[in-house]
């Protein structure tokens, strides 16, 4: 990845899901939370991180952005694959609670052989 990549983000729509892709920093985060809501329709949408490459505290406040927007048409939105630095700085403001979080859960080897004992 050259610089130029490492400064563009966006956001796009992939059926009901969100991509966030690149850094998410006070530099763009006006933008990226004015194309976002711009995603939204009147369907739950899951919110994907996991092409976020860069984050500071200003992500937070474009997530509880989206939430709000998204809770005055009554529809919900949850996240997934969200960076380890941006569930930092989540506990480190103490808003865990204010985030769905989904977790997908992964099927090991291991369970899998536990099951046919």
């Known amino acids: 990845m050259n610089n130029l990549d490492a400064l563009i983000s966006i956001v796009f729509r992939d059926d009901d899901t ?13 933008k990226l939370t004015e194309d976002g809501i711009a995603l939204f329709d009147d369907h739950p949408l899951t919110i994907d991180l996991a092409k976020v490459t860069e984050v500071d505290s200003t992500i937070i406040s474009m997530l ?3 939430l709000r927007a998204t809770r005055k048409n ?33 099927v090991s080897a291991l369970s899998d052989q536990a099951k046919s004992c």
């Open 64 to 66: 509880l952005e989206w």
């Open 74 to 106: 009554t529809y919900s939105l949850q996240f997934i694959n969200m960076p380890e630095s941006l569930k930092s700085l989540i506990q480190l403001y103490d808003v865990v609670e204010l985030f769905p979080v989904s977790i997908k859960p992964q």
């Open 18 to 30: 969100v991509i966030v892709q690149g850094p998410v920093t006070i530099d763009n985060v006006v």
